[in-house]
């Protein structure tokens, strides 16, 4: 029974995204409230394996999926995780035999990377926690996870060349997330500012990914990376392309009303900056209550 809620649940998150809603929350908290008193994702996959594959494989789909809401959610809000809330999860790793059984395919992009983004996202939720503590004995701890995590963004995107024999729509949408990421720990936990070179570089790299995708037809649908990306890019010319890049997904099978919604925040961000405010987080247009891919 707990199955077919937490399939309820899911389906219920995608129908609200998709509709621009706001009950996705409330379902998606009910979904991990189960997931706790079943005894978390460990223990679900081991009960799971216990009685087929076939089950297994259904039961780590399930909980992907709610790791990508989850990752999504922290990035638009700077919110803890809520379901893998420790780093390198090893559940993530321990029952993947195939990654065309996995969320690899239907979100766009490795599921390493979601890994990665979850740890970002710890790391992001801790610096505001320190930030407000008056013993700073934990800093260097915390400073070398920072340092560690930027060389593993560094590592993947040196890869990238060597994989042209990958699923192309996940090669470039592990670009874009990478790109993503670099800016959310230079400007979240290295605290450099919009303008900054490895700022500016790292969000243009995700917008020279979209860009590079679409014209092979390969295009990413990545709504958040691009509102991320997107927000730190001073250049109109560079604003516009950004806004391209998500209003473009109107003419496609892919528009839904967080298109959208999506657009709106982008330009709310700007909006901000053209008033005077200095680099305006992405968070006062990503943290409305909407759930953005």
């Not at 005894?39 to 789909?61: C, D, F, N, W, Y």
């Not at 560690?148 to 997330?177: K, P």
């Not at 020279?208 to 001073?234: C, M, N, P, R, Y």
Request: aromatic share 8%; glycine share 6%.
């Amino acid at each position: 029974m707990s199955n077919l809620l937490l399939t309820s649940a899911l389906a219920i998150i995608i129908a609200q995204c998709l509709n621009a809603g706001r009950l996705w929350k409330q379902a998606f908290e009910t979904a991990c409230d189960l997931i706790e008193l079943r005894g978390g994702p460990a223990q679900m996959l081991e009960q799971a394996k216990a009685t087929s594959e076939s089950e297994m494989v259904r039961i780590r789909l399930l909980l992907e999926n709610f790791v990508v809401v989850d990752v999504c959610q922290c990035l638009a809000s700077g919110l803890a995780p809520r379901l893998m809330r420790e780093p390198f999860a090893l559940w993530w790793y321990d029952y993947v035999s195939n990654d065309a059984d996995t969320v690899h395919n239907s979100y766009g992009v490795d599921r390493a990377i979601v890994e990665v983004a979850n740890r970002v996202n710890i790391l992001v939720h801790e610096s505001f926690v320190l930030d407000s503590m008056l013993d700073k004995g934990y800093l260097d701890t915390h400073n070398q996870k920072v340092e560690n995590v930027l060389q593993e963004l560094h590592i993947w995107e040196t890869s990238f060349s060597q994989q042209s024999d990958r699923n192309l729509r996940v090669l470039y949408g592990n670009r874009v997330m990478v790109n993503m990421l670099k800016v959310v720990v230079n400007v979240d936990l290295l605290k450099k500012s919009h303008s900054d070179l490895a700022v500016q570089e790292a969000a243009w790299a995700a917008m020279t990914a979209f860009e590079e995708g679409k014209q092979l037809d390969h295009g990413v649908g990545l709504l958040l990376a691009a509102i991320i990306t997107g927000s730190v890019l001073q250049e109109e010319t560079k604003r516009a392309q950004a806004r391209g890049v998500i209003t473009r997904l109107r003419a496609t099978a892919d528009y839904a009303y967080d298109v959208d919604e999506a657009a709106a925040m982008l330009d709310k961000v700007y909006r901000l900056r053209d008033e005077g405010i200095v680099d305006p987080s992405w968070r006062l247009g990503t943290n409305s209550g909407l759930l953005v891919f």
